[in-house]
């Protein structure tokens, strides 16, 4: 699915700002019939759990509506008019004035709807969106929902990060003539110093395709004619890590068979770098080079906004990360918002996207609320109507993210129950559906710490393998040195086993700003840099170690838990983006790597 934007032939009106806002079943069981009956209003982009000070808005389970006049530009007469809503968490219904026009379940992919037919030019609607933060045994996420005695529906989930909802990305509305692109891929190689650019166009109707590379000063270095093919870039200059390089491949559908130099009837660029990636033996490699992730898993999550995306936010996150020398992140536990994704185009960061899948795992549910332990895959848990649900999880992130040079893996799940009997059956059809979706790019999941290289059940289905471990937190609490010990033997088994490249997606320790001690004592600043040390001596030791990934960039909201003290802690930031001590030591460790791995001492 293309990205909105304005071109010659297109035109495009962003919709956020305050809209209606209000709450199921408060206002009626048809809020999409008339003008919402309610005093709220709402931002757009913004989850809209923290907004209002009613606990009985933060914690509602259901639908909710968001509501706005809009007016279709008097212009577009002839074209085909669109609404995309970039993200409803979970589940999105679209009526234009009282008509249904788009259903969605699925919260952090966009949807669309061509609305031509139901507006007019020069004509205003009425747009209600409502908006289902529910999670059930066949959402990805998964969740339950339970009844209290009062009544009230209570949301429970397995994930670690408070469940947000609304409207947390933008809302466009745009057109596009009447014949016109759906679709382009790139795949990009290297064929000494020149660049191949495979593409592929589809378009909605039969028509003549023209395409035109263009560098970043806009001179176009090739050209080529048809719906399919195949440009060469010679002399060409790579996107590389830290060192983003981008072309333009403008995509022009004409009139005619195309033979006469027809007139343009629609165009579109799609912004593409060229580079290759590929694991060899224990190597994680970017245009034929080693590279070594360091990094963070992050979180879509700021104060007030929830998982409302913010550009100031965007930009002010990533000099932090070029201030400490991170090159990568892993977009925890979800796909991010595109901007996300073009702004690490733009600027060299490495990402491994992630989907939704966050959660699969019973075994959680056992430990952390003392209930028997249930199977994770079973015909009453988690069955081929969630597997479903998961490909086409699989199938949006893909659609959506493919022509990112950034994005150089495909993470489809974050700590599933891989240990688990039936944890095969489910998965292997979900790698082989990622593979033959992007052949490109290696396909990884992040293991959970009940998972080892012993009883693990699908890590040789994986290309890379990223392991999650929280030695001298959850297990060996305050003793770093049995923690280092646990560590090291841990991860040599997975490496000796498997013979893949490993890297650590998640390890951390909560850790308060501003409480100190002398001694080893967990929560303390001092702590968290004693505790990343320790797994940075295992780390440095084993040659098939591809990366390092800090669990988690900045502190985050999450449910509410005796665990957790105002959200999750682990953050080598506050949540305001305040750093602490452990900012200043990774910074002095990875920006010398630049990288590159550092020297193994104990092979």
């Known amino acids: 699915m293309l990205k909105p934007r304005s071109t010659a032939t297109r035109e495009l009106v962003n919709l956020d700002g305050i809209w209606r806002f209000a709450v199921a079943p408060a206002v ?47 212009g577009w007469a002839g074209e085909r008019v669109l609404l995309r809503v970039d993200a409803a968490t979970h589940e999105g219904k679209v009526y234009v004035d009282d008509v249904l026009v788009a259903q969605h379940v699925g919260g952090y992919t966009p949807f669309e ?36 005695h009062d009544g009230r529906r209570k949301q429970t989930y397995l994930h670690d990060f ?36 495979d593409y592929s166009v589809e378009t909605n109707a039969p028509a003549a395709v023209r395409v035109r590379a263009l560098d970043a ?14 440009l060469r870039i010679d002399d060409v200059t790579l996107w590389r890590p830290g060192a983003a390089y981008l072309y333009d491949l403008v995509v022009e559908v004409l009139d005619g068979d195309g033979t006469g130099g027809g007139e343009v009837v629609d165009t579109f660029t799609e912004p593409f770098g060229v580079r ?66 073009e702004f690490a185009d733009r600027h060299g960061i490495v990402v491994i996207d992630e989907t939704a899948a966050v959660g699969l795992n019973l075994a959680v549910e056992a430990g952390l609320m003392g209930t028997p332990p249930r199977p994770t895959f079973s ?21 959506r993210d493919k022509n990112h040079p950034s994005v150089v893996m495909w993470c489809i799940a974050n700590e599933p129950s891989s240990n688990e009997q039936g944890a095969r059956e489910y998965f292997e059809p979900l790698v082989e559906l990622t593979h033959k979706l992007d052949p490109t790019r290696p396909v990884s999941y992040a293991a959970v710490m009940f998972a080892t290289h012993e009883n693990d059940l699908i890590a040789d289905l994986f290309d890379v393998l990223c392991i999650n471990r929280y030695y001298g937190w959850y297990i060996a609490t305050g003793d ?66 591809i990366g390092e990934h800090v669990w988690n960039f900045a502190d985050f909201q999450t449910s509410h838990g005796i665990h957790r003290v105002g959200g999750n802690k682990k ?33």
């Not at 560590?487 to 040599?492: A, H, Q, V, W």
């Open 28 to 74: 009626g069981p048809e809020p999409w019939t008339g003008p919402l009956d309610t005093r709220l209003e709402a931002p757009v982009p913004a989850s809209y759990n923290d907004l209002f000070t009613d606990s009985a808005i933060r914690d509602h389970v259901g639908w909710v509506w968001y509501q706005r006049p809009v007016r279709v530009p008097r």
């Open 113 to 148: 709807a061509d609305i031509t037919e139901h507006v007019r030019p020069g004509g205003e609607f009425r747009l209600t969106i409502g908006v289902n933060n529910e999670l059930t045994s066949v959402t990805i996420p998964p969740g339950s929902i339970t009844v209290a």
């Open 162 to 197: 408070y469940n947000y909802a609304g409207l947390a990305r933008s809302v466009w509305l745009y057109s596009k003539p009447a014949v016109h692109i759906d679709d382009i891929t790139v795949v990009t190689g290297l064929d000494g110093t020149s660049g191949t650019v």
């Open 217 to 230: 000063d806009g001179i176009e270095v090739a050209a080529g004619e048809g719906a399919n093919g195949t």
């Open 276 to 341: 290759t990636v590929e694991v060899r033996g224990t190597q994680f490699l970017i245009n034929g080079e080693p590279f070594y992730f360091t990094g963070f898993g992050k979180h879509e999550d700021t104060p007030v906004r929830g998982k409302g995306h913010d550009d100031a936010y965007l930009v002010h996150d990533f000099q932090l990360m070029e201030w400490i020398g991170a090159n990568s992140f892993r977009t925890s536990h979800y796909p991010y918002a595109e901007e996300v994704m």
């Open 379 to 399: 015909d009453d848990t988690f069955n081929d109507d969630t597997r479903d649900a998961h490909a086409q999880a699989i199938r949006e992130l893909i659609a």
């Open 480 to 545: 770093l040195a049995t923690a280092e010990m646990y560590l090291e033997g841990d991860l040599r088994g997975w490496a000796e086993k498997f013979g893949k490249p490993i890297m650590m997606s998640e390890y951390g320790a909560d850790t308060l700003p501003g409480l100190h001690s002398v001694w080893d004592t967990p929560w303390t600043e001092e702590y968290q840099l004693a505790y990343l040390e320790a797994n940075h001596r295992v780390f440095d030791r084993i040659d098939a170690f």
């Open 571 to 603: 953050g080598v930031f506050t949540r305001e983006r305040h750093p602490k001590a452990a900012a200043h030591a990774l910074r002095q460790r990875w920006l010398p790597l630049g990288g590159r791995k550092p020297s193994s001492t104990g092979e």
